[in-house]
């Protein structure tokens, strides 16, 4: 089983540039109890930065980063 189809939740914000990208993620996350795993799909390379800066400042782990034909995977545990 690939981690994305092992994810409590996928949220697919391709297409979609940053802040929105985080700005889901983070209500995703408030949204969830800690432990859910989110996979999110980004097709925005500033993700890079922001969706890692976001996690940490958070508390959040990632604990997977695909990146395949122009899309971005994370894989996201809430932690706190």
Known sequence: MNLVTAADHILDVSGH???IPVL???RALEKSVVGTVVALK???PMTLIDV?????EAGHLIEDVVESDGQ???IIR???
């Open 17 to 19: 540039k940053c802040p």
């Open 24 to 26: 889901r993620l983070r």
């Open 42 to 44: 980004a097709t925005d």
């Open 52 to 56: 890692p800066n976001f996690c940490r």
């Open 72 to 74: 971005i995977t994370y």
């Open 78 to 80: 809430k932690c706190s």
